[in-house]
């Protein structure tokens, strides 16, 4: 149910100025689409994809209405510089492309085993690959002109998050919320080194513009104080392979999807990562300093983003009563933390990510 309407916060926040969302502005650029991937659950073929328009509050499902959702769950999503959308299904080891515009799926991505998280850099896209069987895990390399793997290479731990920076790959090697380690593999030849960032559970990883990682480390809760351990936030130099700067946090970094962690803005330089106790914490990434821990009381959060143009803070909730079953909402907040609206999602709201629009 909506408690408050986006658009009247933008028509207020404008008050100076006017409110005529549909002015042509050719200087402007404008979030156009929230994406947010329902998770669904493992085996039930009920994940889906609810897209919001924040410029006209409009929200489409996909699948369409009539199929029950898509027939494996999402792990995670991206939207690239070019607005194409890159949906990535565990089951079904596919990547699915979506033209933002249309919301159409354009291509698909095949043959990854456990494909977890998704870089993309030009006609390249690098996919952590979780495989529990015989073989290793490992990071692919996909060629986005064919949409093929065209080589892959072996990663120690349980890879997560993944990035690019310049001819480097960083990949983060703690899933589970186990290890303290990261890879840096030259994309060129596929060397891979490890660097041990000093906190357990590396699984979130941000390129921020300082080409820097930002490495943010789950910690683990094990129930028991003397022996759980806080989660923490490393600042590494991928040239060197060393840890610049470090936090340690009170609490674990927890995500009640089991899915999106922490979310970047670049408009703002800032990450957003999910707390245990259920606060979100802004990091500053222009400072390397935790800005503040936002109170956003609800339903414990499993996926957050920040839509910097417009101020706005995304959080994903999972159902209080049934998680993998029920469908979940997206609760929509002010710079601040306070709730201003809430936006119905489907089962387990993974992972959020927008798309742009230059007018």
Do not use: K, W
Request: glycine share 10%; aromatic share 6%; with cysteine.
């Amino acid at each position: 149910m909506r408690t408050f309407s986006i658009l009247a916060f933008f028509c207020s926040a404008l008050l100076l100025t006017g409110c005529d969302l549909s002015e042509d502005d050719a200087t402007s650029t404008v979030t156009s689409g929230v994406y947010i991937a329902n998770a669904g659950a493992f085996g039930n073929a009920n994940s889906s994809l609810t897209v919001f328009n924040p410029q006209t509050e409009a929200l489409q499902t996909l699948p369409p209405a009539g199929q029950a959702g898509f027939p494996s769950y999402i792990q995670s999503i991206l939207v690239d510089d070019t607005g194409q959308l890159f949906v990535v299904f565990g089951e079904t080891a596919t990547i699915d492309i979506y033209d933002t515009e249309s919301n159409e799926r354009v291509g698909q991505i095949a043959d990854i085993p456990n494909p977890r998280y998704i870089a993309v850099d030009g006609d390249r896209a690098y996919v952590s690959s979780q495989d529990f069987g015989a073989d290793p895990s490992d990071l692919d390399v996909v060629d986005l002109t064919t949409s093929t793997v065209i080589d892959s290479v072996d990663v120690p731990g349980t890879p997560e998050d993944v990035e690019v920076i310049g001819s480097q790959v960083v990949v983060a090697l703690g899933g589970f919320n186990s290890g303290t380690s990261v890879g840096i593999i030259n994309a060129n030849d596929l060397s891979v080194q490890t660097v041990d960032v000093g906190c357990t559970g590396p699984r979130a990883l941000v390129r921020d513009a300082d080409d820097e990682i930002i490495v943010f480390c789950t910690g683990v809760n094990t129930g028991d104080p003397a022996t759980s351990v806080p989660g923490g936030i490393r600042v590494l130099d991928p040239d060197a392979g060393t840890v610049s700067d470090a936090v340690d946090l009170s609490t674990q970094i927890a995500s009640a999807s089991f899915g999106q962690h922490v979310s970047y803005s670049p408009a703002a330089e800032e990450a957003y990562a999910l707390l245990a106790d259920g606060r979100v914490l802004r990091y500053n990434t222009a400072s390397n300093q935790v800005d503040t821990q936002l109170n956003v009381t609800g339903d414990r959060p499993g996926a957050v983003g920040y839509d910097a143009r417009n101020e706005l803070l995304y959080v994903g909730r999972l159902s209080a009563a049934s998680p993998f079953d029920e469908s979940g909402t997206v609760t929509v907040h002010e710079r601040g933390g306070a709730a201003i609206d809430t936006i119905e999602a489907g089962i387990a709201p993974t992972h959020i990510d927008f798309s742009l629009n230059t007018r």
